[in-house]
């Protein structure tokens, strides 16, 4: 995965495989598989190599949850991130821990 690491006081409240989804060209989705980390402080989406996003918490205005629980992100700045995955019950409780408003 690709390297990050936790900040002073900064705690691990859950992180599980899933997949970012991306748009390749205009409309198909790209899955990139990965973890979803999500901290006391933040969330972070990384792959073996590539660091896909780091949010802090406050920068995160909410999260909804679609088909097969597909979580959905939304930022300060209006965009969305799409997450997939098996373990997205786990993630979508931590979510909710760190304070993140579902929408």
Not at 6 to 15: D, G, M, P
Not at 47 to 60: G, K, N, R, S, W
Not at 90 to 98: D, F, G, R, T, V
């Amino acid at each position: 995965m690709a390297k990050w690491t936790l900040q002073a006081s900064e705690q691990l409240l859950a992180e599980a495989s899933a997949s970012y989804i991306t748009k390749r060209m205009v409309v198909m989705p790209k899955p990139n598989p990965g973890k979803l980390h999500i901290t006391n402080q933040r969330v972070i989406f990384t792959d073996a190599l590539t660091l896909f996003f780091d949010y802090p918490l406050d920068q995160i205005v909410s999260f909804s949850v679609g088909m097969a629980n597909t979580i959905t992100l939304t930022t300060t700045d209006g965009k969305t991130h799409k997450i997939t995955g098996m373990f997205n019950k786990k993630l979508i409780q931590a979510l909710e821990q760190a304070g993140v408003k579902k929408a």
